[in-house]
Structures are given as structure tokens and as C-alpha cells.
């Protein structure tokens, strides 16, 4: 025998579950928005910088400066090596892949990466200034907080 009306929800208990629902489904949502993000974070160092980090291997960043005089090798295929400067340290770079066409040595770099357990920043993605005036307002300013002079580039951007 059924109890009559035990089985039917009330108004009010409609609405305190419709709501129940929605901040459980909007909660999830908040949590998965953050942790895409929380995996796509890479911290942005100068190569002064990642020598006093101890930044462990595999650890996604990006490596900011100048691509050093004469560092530039090119191997067959499209790797590349070449060093990555502020003028008070170095870090070795290898890159596979199509270098932009303005990548050139002497010039703003932003390589993002892993370093890995040789010491040398392995890159999947290389950026390049794009004019005689542009550098990475985040470069810049490491740059010329570490006292490196910007060869005249008033407009940084």
C-alpha cells in the first residue's frame, strides 16, 4: 500500500533540487576551467633567472633575451641550436620546426619549452621580433633590469 502524496515532491523541494543541480553542474564547470588552466601556465624567465630558479626538467616555461652572436647551427633537417643570452648568463636552445623568417642572431627571442635533464631548453615554439622596434614588453624590461642597453629601441612595446 502507498502512502498517498509520499511519493510527489513539492514545490518547494522541486526548487531546492533544481537549484541543488545547477550550482553542482556550475561547480564542476569552475573546477574544470581551472585545472585547463593550471595546465597551461608557463612561467617566463631570462636566462639569469632560470640559473637561480633550479626550474626541474620537463617543467613547461618560457625562455626569454637574445639569440647570441654566432650561436646559430643548423643541422640537417630543421633542427636548430642556438643560444639564448641576457648578458649575464646563456642557456642552450635546440629547436625542431620552421624558424620565423625574422629570427635572426642578435635579436628579441620568447622559446617556449622544457628544459631537459642536459641542461639545454628544448622548444616546440620560437617567437621573433617582428620589427626593429618591438621587443616583448616582458623581455624588455628583464632586459633592462639586468642593465643590458636595448641598442636604441625607444618604442618597446
Known amino acids: 500500500m502507498m502512502v498517498r502524496g509520499a511519493a ?4 518547494k523541494q522541486k526548487r531546492l533540487a533544481l537549484i541543488a543541480g545547477g550550482v553542482g553542474f556550475l561547480s564542476m564547470a569552475v573546477l574544470l576551467v581551472l585545472f585547463a588552466f593550471s595546465q597551461a601556465v608557463a ?15 620537463g617543467t613547461r ?9 654566432g650561436s646559430v647551427e643548423r643541422s640537417a633537417g630543421t633542427t636548430v641550436t ?6 649575464l648568463a646563456k642557456v ?3 629547436y625542431t620546426g620552421m624558424l620565423p623568417d ?17 641542461g639545454v631548453f628544448v622548444a616546440d615554439t620560437v617567437l621573433a621580433k617582428h620589427d626593429e622596434t618591438y621587443m616583448p614588453k616582458d623581455v624588455a624590461d628583464r632586459l633592462k633590469a639586468q642593465g643590458v642597453s636595448l641598442g636604441g629601441q625607444e618604442k618597446i612595446r
Open 43 to 57: 612561467y617566463f624567465y631570462v636566462p639569469a633567472d632560470l640559473e637561480k630558479a633550479q626550474v626541474a626538467p
Open 8 to 11: 510527489r515532491m513539492t514545490r
Open 92 to 94: 642552450p636552445v635546440t
Open 102 to 118: 625574422l629570427f635572426r642572431e642578435g635579436q628579441g627571442v620568447v622559446a617556449e619549452g622544457a628544459m631537459n635533464d642536459k
Open 82 to 87: 642556438f643560444t639564448v643570452t641576457d648578458t
Open 61 to 69: 616555461i618560457r625562455l626569454g633575451g637574445l639569440v647570441a652572436a
